[in-house]
């Protein structure tokens, strides 16, 4: 940086009147310190999806969507790393980004992320899996007091990001030990050769029973899914990565010290030195990414749906709730031991609350992020981590009520969180690709293969977007 301080310019194609503060680009981290944001992602995102919603379609329908599920996952890191893109080389997270255009964009995304979320599918979920675990209870009140001690313990943490990322690697370490011991004592080689074959040849195929409006939602579920991926945004950042690390993090404003607040964007010099930190930097995140979300979903996704299919298909009473946890609990107990029904009790119930923190912090952030950038730039009150407080206490009390209100069913619950998913995941890659095709220097920007990738998500949500709505109308009104 030059003596005379930081300098700023307009980013290219932006179109917009605020600057950009050019800095250097920071020297890349070791990859060792980088692991953590793709750790929270899969953290949160192993819940509905890998744990409920695929087991319950392989129950019901064979291994034969095991692709569609590998599919998704592709398809989502290849999302996920254009969002980490454009706040690596900004500092700036991509809803930000997508409200300097249109503040509509952020006001449609906080509203589908608390459509989203606001249903507590997950806590239920969970809750009503302790009740198994401990023999009884009332799920509903069991998930209104989780829900308070997950406010409690957001609230009290001094740098947020951290308290997450760390209830999230304890998660996906519990959850991986769960999975070498299902391997070793409950999987057969013929589930392994079964799920092999099915996934090979059944490409493209819904097996019959499998509903439109279970596929869009099980693909909102698998991985992440929905305003979930966007918030890489905030987490790339309060890791300090990139050009994020000149951004102040997200602090509890009752333990923790807010840190001053910079520029809302930066850019950096686009001379070799920079460019060169840059590979590094993109490089490593890349890596990231791959090892610590995509690889553990499609091994969470593939072993809990071979233990579905290894202990409950076939059987006919089966329905839409989580009792098929407690009956896959029941035969674990036989063929193992009661030892293994309850260790697996207690490791969802760990996950989906997990789960349920996740999520909490992932609209608080995003709605916090857009609130204050786009209508309280100047409030001395109110603070970005006081409205993540408010945000996430209100998603409580308005979670609680719908519990109380008498809408307990947990699955129809997560229908509804992870179709919304689907779709708003359909909207923001549009806007992904022209973000980062217009709003970056040539040299960074989205192009070529990754490009073509974004080409295929678009088309792949898209499709089963379409696909449900005119099933939906086919059913209801012709």
């Not at 209830?167 to 370490?173: F, I, L, M, R």
């Not at 079964?194 to 097996?207: K, L, M, S, V």
Request: with cysteine; hydrophobic share 50%; glycine share 10%.
């Amino acid at each position: 940086m030059s003596e005379e301080g930081p300098t700023t310019v307009r980013p290219p194609g932006s179109g917009e009147p605020g600057d950009a503060e050019i800095r250097d680009l920071p020297e890349p981290m070791p990859l060792r310190r980088m692991v953590g944001p793709g750790v929270v992602a899969v953290g949160i995102g192993l819940a509905a999806g890998e744990i409920i919603l695929w087991p319950y379609l392989t129950s019901i329908g064979g291994l034969g969507l095991l692709w569609l599920a590998l599919t998704t996952l592709v398809v989502q890191t290849v999302i996920n790393m254009e969002i980490e893109r454009y706040t690596l080389a900004t500092g700036q997270t991509v809803v930000a980004a997508f409200s300097r255009w249109w503040k509509g964009w952020g006001i449609a995304i906080c509203l589908a992320g608390a459509f989203q979320y606001v249903w507590p599918g997950w806590a239920t979920s969970g809750s009503t899996v302790f009740t198994y675990l401990v023999g009884g209870g009332d799920p509903v009140w069991v998930t209104v007091i989780a829900l308070g001690a997950i406010g409690v313990l957001l609230s009290a943490s001094k740098v947020i990001y951290r308290t997450v990322e760390r209830v999230e690697v304890v998660k996906v370490g519990l959850t991986l030990f769960f999975l070498a011991i299902v391997v070793i004592f409950v999987i057969s080689a013929t589930s392994w050769g079964e799920g092999a074959r099915e996934t090979a040849t059944g490409f493209g195929q819904i097996p019959d029973g499998v509903t439109f409006t279970m596929l869009l939602s099980a693909i909102g579920a698998a991985g992440a899914g929905g305003v979930h991926n966007l918030v890489l945004s905030n987490w790339i950042r309060d890791k300090r990565y990139g050009m994020g690390a000149h951004v102040p993090r997200l602090v509890s404003p009752i333990t923790g010290q807010e840190e001053a607040a910079g520029t809302d964007r930066y850019a950096f010099p686009q001379d070799e030195a920079n460019l060169a930190r840059w590979r590094i930097w993109w490089k490593r995140a890349n890596a990231e990414h791959v090892m610590t979300f995509s690889l553990v979903c499609v091994v969470t996704i593939t072993i809990m749906s071979l233990l579905a299919y290894e202990t409950l298909f076939g059987r006919d009473d089966l329905d839409s709730s989580p009792e098929f946890l407690n009956i896959q609990g029941d035969i674990l107990s036989d063929q193992v031991g009661e030892w293994l029904k309850l260790l697996f009790f207690a490791i969802v119930t760990v996950s989906l609350w997990a789960a349920a923190m996740g999520l909490l912090d992932v609209i608080g952030r995003v709605a916090a992020d857009f609130l204050r950038r786009s209508y309280l730039p100047n409030s001395a009150f109110w603070t970005e981590p006081r409205l993540y407080l408010a945000v996430v206490w209100g998603e409580i009390i308005l979670g609680s009520f719908i519990l109380l209100a008498g809408f307990t069913q947990p699955i129809a619950l997560l229908v509804v969180s992870t179709c919304a998913a689907s779709v708003v995941t359909l909207l923001y890659s549009i806007l992904l690709v022209r973000l980062n095709t217009r709003d970056l220097p040539s040299a960074i920007r989205l192009r070529g293969a990754r490009l073509g990738g974004m080409a295929v998500a678009i088309g792949f949500y898209g499709f089963f977007a379409v696909a449900m709505v005119v099933t939906q109308i086919r059913d209801n009104f012709l």
